[in-house]
């Protein structure tokens, strides 16, 4: 009698567990969830999911190479996702969703530099100021040809980054080729928790006018954004330009956050989803006196938050555009991370400008832009003749533009 | 003071309540196993963060979990469904997407999947149907061109361990493997082993490109090129990707449609050539038609009846030419017709150990003695039945055949898509004992 009492607690505790996290969310249980319990499947010989599994089964089994299960599975499920013809809906396997964790929330555990690929290991394409890595030393174009004492030479720069990258206060040591020098050097450096910079800026020689370029909307961007305008300020700058060009966007919150720099309780967005609309808008308190001219400079591979940012200072009259026309990307994605670390981004909204523009961007059959994005107010492009370097105005021919237009009187 | 007797009953309680508290904390245990159990089954999270564009707590704060690939599909199919800004109503195309997928994984220029449009001309081909420019075509990857190609027609090297490194992407190249006797691009002087350069304007996408591009870039960092050289290279990799086509789609706009003309331009041995050709419908020579004793053979389905009644007739020999990488499974079937039971070669696989033996059993005891018809368009399932038949003795070739060996397996999707995924390739003498090639010249047989 009592073992069959404790089998019926032991039933309930299992049920309220596999409950759990429909209960811990606070919502009903799901169904379907029950019916999977039970091992109930759709086992009709053409239902999608059988479709699905004889591919899946037919390739594990019978294809002339071996395939790693998880590798087929994820990219099942890409394919799944962009079947819906929507570039931004996608799913993300274990290894990308965390580096895009990284890139949105801006902080890693790592030396602070950025690696590009180099036939020798990998090239340190910029090293971040104040970083381990810069204090050790570290500097631009240097060229890590060993991590730990074992040669990197051939291997994709994703991998020499993962072995770079290790616990907070733990050390690594790189092996350093620097042009110049004889022999290679040697860095012992500590791990720390790195902020990515995201926005940097500079007053431009001879002009007063000031250059603050923003290379994606992060978490901490509203903070850098603050502290790089503060830095200006103190200058007496009499014009700025901010530079988005080349901005993939990044977190609609910080956009908001800063442009409510600019202006206080107004629409920033209005998102239409499926069945409902939701509008988003600047905070009040925290707006900044602007007692100069603005410009932004943008480009096709500006979009999402950068042009929400451009086109909603734009809309309140508040900057000029000037450059290219922008990507538009003029939807909104929600991230919905899975269990085994892998998660799907999914378009939930589309949004319109506070002046009820949508942007979004048309293709034709062969995939060539039509239409779509912000247009600039001033048109100019990027003359690639003189092989410009963004922010240096005699060969960025676009700077140079948006420099002339926030001094024009 | 207590007696032994309360004594007895108090340890008899307390041992009671012992038994009841363990059984209890064990009944317990059964909370995380049902949390466990759900990780297991329910690969979704219950509650998707609502922050627009990104999560701020990206990172699941359970340990990863192995997700059976079934539970995979039906529940990101149903977050799919739930949250999407549209509605999602078409399920098999959502089947045929993942499976999709899949397929493009696999990096594999003999494993593709075909589009509704792209399936429906490769079954028509196998009946002897061509639309288009009258051209088969074959992406090769670039250490293949020179296989694939006529060895005369030149080609390119593999790619160099210097190339590998500069770049990840592979592209492979579109390549014609057979010409529709009298088709446009035959009277246009288009050659087996031709690769498309370009469609109407359109570049048709490769690897060389962004090679020579990275190169210049190299070449400008070691001051070797002036800035202008540099800039001469961008603009025409900016021009040329602005309109590319993918090999893939680049096939489908010869071999579809049957009026209209397309501009193309060929490369053979690293010079172009341009030319005009119309599209039209070509029906070629029915399956199992038999003409002067040469019976043509397709591995369609239904190939296997067609064989036996041609076999029941007057046949010298038939004819494997435009038989385009039909079905193995008939394949097979119609070689149970021709060839006494035996084995003949094996199936050789990157996974496995040992090779597959080729094992034909049939009831022919006196096999037919054949002539079999081949040039560089009988590929896949045809070559494999010329070769076991050569083996076997039944037959001798007639003319120089291709050289793909590979064995692929069709599968139809319920939503008109299809796939062809490569399981192994032939090797007729998998102990490495050649065969001497015993060929006639095909001119003995008009």
Sequence with gaps: MKIAAYISIALVFGGVGYAWRDIKAGKPVNPSAWQRLAGVTDERKDSPEQVFKNAYRLIRNDYYRSVKPDDLKFAGMQGLLASLGDPHTMFMPPKLASRFSEETVGNFFGVGARLGADPLGAKAVSVFEGAPAYNAGMRPNDVIIAVNGKKVAGQPTDAIVGQVKGPENTYVNLTIMRSGSEKPLQFKIKRGRITTPTVESKVLEGTNVGYLSISNFAEPTTSQFDHELDQLGAKGIKGLVIDVRGNPGGLLETAAEMLSRFVENKTVLTMKKRDDQEVVKTYSGAVRQWPYKIAILMDENSASAAEIFAGVLRDYGLVTLVGTHSYGKASVQNLYPLIDKSSAKITIAKYYLPNGDFIGRKVDDDGVYVSGGLAPDVQVELDLDKDPLPGDPKTDTQLAKAIEVVLKR | ?446
């Excluded at chain 2, 039944?394 to 299809?418: H, K, N």
Aim: one cysteine or more; proline letters at 4%; a positive charge.
């Design chain 2, 1 to 446: 003071m207590s007696t032994p007797t309360d004594r007895n009953q108090r340890e008899t309680t307390r041992a009671g309540a012992w038994r009841t508290y363990i059984g209890f904390i064990v009944a317990a245990a059964a909370l995380p196993v049902g949390i466990a159990l759900r990780d297991m089954r329910d690969v979704g999270s219950a509650n998707p963060t609502k922050t627009a564009l990104a999560d701020r707590n990206l990172v699941a704060s359970m340990q990863p979990v192995a997700i059976p690939e079934a539970d995979y599909f039906r529940d990101v199919s149903a977050l799919l469904k739930h949250e999407y800004v549209e509605p999602v109503t078409d399920d098999q195309k959502l089947a045929s997407g993942a499976v999709r997928g899949m397929i493009l994984s696999l990096n594999d220029a003999g494993s593709l999947f075909y589009d509704k449009n792209e399936f429906r001309t490769l079954l028509n081909q196998r009946e002897g149907k061509f639309e288009g420019i009258g051209a088969q075509f074959a992406l090769v990857e670039r250490g293949e061109i020179n296989r694939s190609a006529d060895q005369s027609l030149g080609g390119q090297p593999p790619e160099s361990a210097e190339e590998s490194l500069m770049t990840r992407i592979r592209i492979p190249r579109l390549a014609v493997v057979a010409l529709t006797p009298d088709g446009s691009a035959a009277k246009a002087g288009v050659k087996v082993g031709d690769l498309v350069y370009e469609i109407d304007q359109h570049w048709v996408a490769n690897t060389d490109l962004l090679v020579k591009f990275q190169r210049a870039q190299q070449d400008y960092d070691k001051k070797k090129i002036t800035l202008s050289q540099l800039n001469t290279v961008r603009k025409e990799v900016r021009e040329k990707t602005e309109r590319a086509l993918m090999p893939m789609k680049a096939s489908n706009k010869l071999t579809q449609g049957s009026s209209g003309t397309v501009r193309v331009v060929w490369e053979r041995s690293g010079q172009k050539r341009e030319t005009l050709l119309a599209k039209s419908l070509t029906n070629l020579t029915a399956n199992g038609a038999v003409t002067n004793g040469v019976a043509t053979l397709r591995f369609s389905t239904g190939a296997d009846e067609t064989l036996k009644k041609a076999l029941a007739g007057k046949v010298s020999a038939l004819d494997l030419r435009q038989s385009v990488d039909g079905d193995y499974a008939t394949m097979r079937k119609c070689l149970a017709l021709v060839t006494p039971s035996g084995t003949y070669g094996a199936i050789t696989s990157e996974r496995a150990s040992k090779p597959t033996p080729v094992v034909v059993k049939s009831s022919v005891a006196k096999p037919p003695k054949l002539k079999l018809l081949v040039d560089s368009s009988t590929r896949g399932a045809s070559l494999i039945f010329a070769k076991i038949l050569q083996k076997s003795g039944v037959a001798v070739l007639v003319g120089r055949p291709g050289e793909d060996v590979a064995v692929r397996t069709t599968v139809a999707l319920p939503d008109g898509t299809g796939y062809t995924l490569v399981t192994g390739r032939y090797d007729a003498n998998p102990k490495g004992k050649a065969i001497a090639l015993n060929t006639e010249n095909s001119e003995g047989l008009n």
